[in-house]
């Protein structure tokens, strides 16, 4: 079993920066493929970005050069570094984790998620 507790969350302006953490329990996180998701008000959920437990990542097309998926093994944690944040990035974002995910993109591929952190850009 995973738990998993995001933090970093909060109001920026436009231009400003974010870093969100991801902090997980379970021996084996390490190994474990996480992703963000996000969700604004009348809207699905969306992939934002993914880290494989080798440290490989994807990024949606939108917060490319923008936003940086890491992870710290040792600390089980796992963060969002969000640079020059825009007003459309305002939603909650989730983390998500799984053994094994086929789609990364897809939200259902993820067997443990947080219970998410409020980001709002304002113009």
């Known amino acids: 079993q995973v738990q998993l507790v995001e933090s970093g969350g909060g109001l920026v302006q436009a231009g400003g920066s974010l870093r969100l953490s991801c902090a997980a329990s379970?021996?084996?996180?390490?190994?474990?493929?996480v992703g963000w998701f996000r969700q604004a008000p009348g809207k699905e959920r969306e992939f934002v970005a993914t880290?494989?437990?080798?440290?490989?990542?994807y990024y949606e097309d939108s917060v490319k050069g923008r936003f940086t998926i890491s992870r710290d093994n040792a600390e089980n944690t796992v963060y969002l570094q969000m640079n020059s944040l825009k007003p459309e990035d305002t939603a909650v974002y989730y983390c998500a984790a799984a053994r094994t995910v086929l789609n990364y993109r897809i939200s259902r591929m993820y067997n443990y998620w947080g219970q998410g952190t409020q980001v709002t850009v304002s113009s």
């Open positions: 880290i494989s437990g080798s440290g490989v990542t």
């Open positions: 379970g021996r084996t996180f390490s190994s474990y493929t």
